[in-house]
């Protein structure tokens, strides 16, 4: 889990994506100590929530606080320059299908909490 934390902090990424990262990258795996290529993921991404609230702020930060300890003065830099540009979205494309399947299933939904009757086509 410690490694998994460094991880996703060390690339930005969401604990949904660290999870998967996990699975698919063998140096995230050895990174994480462990010595064959495994094939499943090494846990649910909420479980990386339950470890944070269990370590606690202070835990969490005394993680990364060594992580910086180990690379010396060179991790404490003044200013930092990030590429925005490269950054993964969260945004929907308007004309996308799935966008257009989650309204339709909403309106069933809302049709049927008010006995709207449907019309199979």
């Known amino acids: 889990m410690v490694g998994l934390l460094i991880l996703k902090q060390l690339d930005n990424l969401s604990d949904e994506a660290v999870v998967l990262q996990w699975k698919r990258n063998p140096y995230y795996q050895s990174f994480c100590g462990i010595k064959e290529f495994q094939r499943k993921l090494p846990c649910h991404s909420t479980e990386l929530v339950h470890f944070r609230k ?3 702020f202070g835990g969490a930060e005394r993680i990364f606080r060594m992580n910086v300890d180990l690379h010396g003065q060179a991790a ?3 200013a ?14 308007p004309a996308d299908s799935k966008l257009a399947i989650k309204i339709i299933n909403r309106l069933i939904k809302i049709a049927k909490a008010h006995g709207v009757p449907q019309l199979n086509s």
Do not use: F, M, P, W
Request: a negative charge; charged letters at 35%; aromatic letters at 0%.
């Open 54 to 56: 269990r370590i606690g």
């Open 76 to 78: 404490l830099e003044d």
């Open 80 to 93: 930092v320059h990030i590429d925005t540009a490269v950054q993964e979205k969260n945004i929907t494309d």
